[in-house]
């Protein structure tokens, strides 16, 4: 198992120390099955911090938007991590402990973008960012992290995975949620599913719960040439 990479937030709370789980507070996520868009929210020190994220359904890509007064505190990062494989096959695949065995170069470095190149054993591939205005800076080796500019409450950044450059450009924010907006409306106004409305049985609704997220699931993850 290869964990292509890693993408969270690091957050700083007032007194300069990075945020815990247990900090973090009023968790609400949910996901649209109709548009495939993830809705995020959570307080860090009762400041709100409001996430959108799409996958696009033709690249290896994700889009997200972060809403938050903690950005213009400069408070609020993005981080890129990049993992060595464990040789496991249950475990989710992270390992940080061999720094050596591979390497991780950024390059194409703007305000607007970069290029991030990882190369382990014969495996080589590319991550290519775009975002709102933020300073790319490498923490550690295979570890980097994106400071938005400190102008807006708003920021957006779009990663794209391809295993070698090629002419294809990075999709924006709102091109990858119109992208999901239409092929997901395509996706379940062209399917089937089994309509369990007319059942007295109390288990009924469940079941076609699961039928629907069953459906959904073989869309995100098993649709591709490679399931």
């Known amino acids: 198992r290869l964990q292509l990479g890693n993408i969270g937030f690091e957050i700083i709370k007032n007194d300069g120390s990075l945020v ?11 996901l649209n099955m109709w548009t495939g868009e993830i809705k995020s929210h959570f307080t860090v020190e009762e400041i709100a911090v409001d996430v959108s994220t799409f ?11 972060v809403k938050s007064d903690l950005i213009k505190e400069e408070r609020l990062k993005i981080y890129i991590r990049f993992p060595y494989p464990t040789g496991e096959w249950t475990d989710v695949g992270t390992n940080y402990k061999f720094p050596g065995k591979h390497s991780t170069v950024a390059s194409d470095i703007t305000i607007n973008g970069a290029s991030i190149t990882h190369e382990l054993d014969s495996t080589k591939y590319l991550v290519d960012l775009s975002y ?23 920021f957006e950044i779009n990663c794209l995975f391809r295993p070698e450059r090629n002419s294809f450009s990075i999709s924006s924010y709102n091109e990858t949620k ?17 309509d369990f409305s007319g059942s007295i049985d109390p288990r009924a609704f469940e079941l076609e719960r699961r039928i629907i997220l069953s459906q959904y699931l073989i869309k995100i993850q098993e649709t591709g040439q490679n399931p």
Do not use: M, R
């Open 20 to 30: 815990s789980p247990s900090d973090i507070k009023n968790i609400d996520q949910q």
């Open 55 to 65: 996958c696009n359904q033709e690249e290896d890509e994700i889009s997200v938007q």
């Open 132 to 154: 709102s205005k933020a300073l790319l800076i490498q923490k550690e080796e295979h570890y980097f992290l994106l400071q938005p500019l400190k102008e807006d409450t708003i």
């Open 178 to 194: 119109n992208n999901k907006a239409f092929t997901w409306k395509d996706f379940w106004t062209k399917g089937a599913a089994v």
